[in-house]
Every structure is written in C-alpha cells, then in structure tokens.
C-alpha cells in the first residue's frame, strides 16, 4: 500500500512537470550575463552505481539532463572524475570535462569544470544536478534571474509545502527546508522542520503557516564559486551535513527564488523504473 502512495505522488509530480511551458528565451537566462551550466556527474553512488548511464526513455539520465538545460543557458559542460562516462557525453555530442576524483562536493567539482572551461568566460555558474532529467527551463530562469541583483552572491530556488503534500513530507529530514527573510534571502536550512509552529500539532502546520522546501538547485558569481570553494567546513555544515550552511556562516547572502515546480531525482533504481513509466503512459 505503501508503494503505490509513493508511486502515485511521483506520478502527479510528473505530470505536473510535464505541463511545464518549456517556451523561454535561449541564452544568458534572460540577465544579460554569461551563464554557464555544469552538470556533475559520479559514477560511483550507493543506491544507485553507474546512474548517470542508466536509460531512461531510450537516453541516458546524463544526457536528458544536459538536453533539458541546453539552450537556455549561454553554455552547459558535464563534470565527470569517470571516463566511461566523459565517453558517453562525448557520444551524444555534448561536452565534457575530467575532474578530480577527492571532490566532496558538486560545488568543489564545478570550480575546476569552471577553470578548466575558462574562469574569465563566464559571470555566473549554475550547479545542475545529474540525476535530476526532470529539470525545467523555467527553474534555471528563475534562478538566473536573481543575479539581475548586483548584490546577489548566491540563489537557489524553494518550492512552498502545501497541506496535499501531508505532513510526512514535511518531517523528512531528506528533504531540506528554508527560512527566508522579506527580501527572500535565506536565514537557514535545516533537515528539521523550520519553524517550529508554537501552539499547534504538527499535523496542522502546513494549514497554518508556508514552508518551504530547498530544490538543491544553485547559481553562483563565479568569483562567489572561487572563494566559497576555499573555505573550511564549520560547525553548522558538519551539524546538518549541509554545505550551503558553509556559505551563509561566512556572510554570503543567497538569494532565494520561487518555483511551482518540484524536479524528480533519480535516486534508486525504483525511481528510474517508476520515472520510465511516466514517460511510456504520457
């Protein structure tokens, strides 16, 4: 029973993708700047080896990833420390960057793809992550559009909980939540539930208040992406295991943007099984 609540939430999220308006200007995001777009991608995962090989209605999650963010962005490279996968960009026609296998995050691996690409090309560079095919156009104009800011060091893009997600959803510590201030700047994030709603039980907070959910999804000032990249992990980061915690104890604003969307990660296999049969019964 279980199962098929999981499979039926999936499968409306999908459809909710699916309707998407897909039909947004090409390049730069719509800013004015130079934008590039770097898709991580390991071969070594524990849920999940080889994922970003795996097929998904007849291509690679890697490659319908790149597909989905090509266009809208000036340029998009993958990040790879794996040649099985370098050969695999390489087959589609997309491009292609070796990195170190000692990165332990996506942001460290996006920092040398942006050196090796070329620092001084690009203004912003956004961290596209490789098991998420579901991406859309509209998410990545969001969050491009925040550096409209000359302020802006860093965004990312929340989704709002509603009271049809049920508050299981809410009490996920896999699902991130954020704290915004008035202009939309995020306070914290945390994987408990923030903030905590004084006075009600927790199967009415979401009748009672807007929380919002972290769509790990983030853009960066390439200078930003340079200096965040030489910082040493501080205590927030090691308590939630959350590295824009990192960021923000350092002073770094990150700008928050809205989505209606939420993108659907490939986790596991059951996620691709359950993903591939959206797309045969669209």
């Not at 491009?95 to 996006?110: F, Y």
């Not at 596209?128 to 859309?136: A, K, L, N, R, S």
């Not at 929380?211 to 340079?226: E, W």
Request: charged share 25%.
């Amino acid at each position: 029973m279980g199962g098929n609540k999981i499979t039926e939430k999936m499968t409306k999220k999908l459809e909710q993708i699916s309707d998407t308006n897909n039909s947004l200007p090409s390049g730069s995001a719509g800013v004015g700047l130079k934008i590039l777009g770097i898709i991580p991608a390991r071969y070594a995962s524990t849920r999940f080896p080889a994922k970003p090989l795996a097929m998904l209605g007849g291509q690679m999650v890697v490659e319908r990833v790149y597909r989905q963010v090509e266009g809208v962005l000036d340029d998009v490279v993958v990040a790879t420390d794996d040649e099985r996968i370098r050969q695999a960009v390489l087959s589609f026609g997309g491009q292609c960057v070796m990195t170190s296998t000692m990165h332990r995050s996506g942001t460290d691996r996006c920092y040398e793809a942006l050196t090796k690409v070329g620092f001084d090309r690009f203004d912003v560079v956004v961290n596209i992550q490789g098991d998420e095919p579901f991406i859309q156009p509209s998410q990545l104009q969001t969050v491009c559009a925040c550096f409209s800011d000359p302020t802006v060091d860093i965004a990312t893009l929340v989704k709002p909980f509603t009271p049809a997600d049920g508050v299981e959803a809410l009490l996920n510590p896999n699902s991130p939540k954020v704290v915004v201030n008035n202009r939309m700047e995020a306070l914290y994030f945390s994987r408990s539930v923030i903030p905590y709603l004084r006075g009600r039980e927790p199967e009415a907070w979401l009748q009672h208040h807007t929380y919002y959910k972290h769509i790990g999804l983030y853009a960066y000032r390439t200078q930003v992406l340079k200096a965040i990249t030489a910082l040493p992990q501080g205590t927030l980061e090691l308590a939630e295991s959350l590295e824009q915690l990192r960021w923000l104890e350092n002073g770094y604003k990150i700008k928050v943007g809205l989505t209606d969307v939420e993108t659907i990660g490939i986790d596991t296999p059951q996620d691709l099984q359950r993903a591939e049969e959206f797309l045969k019964n669209r």
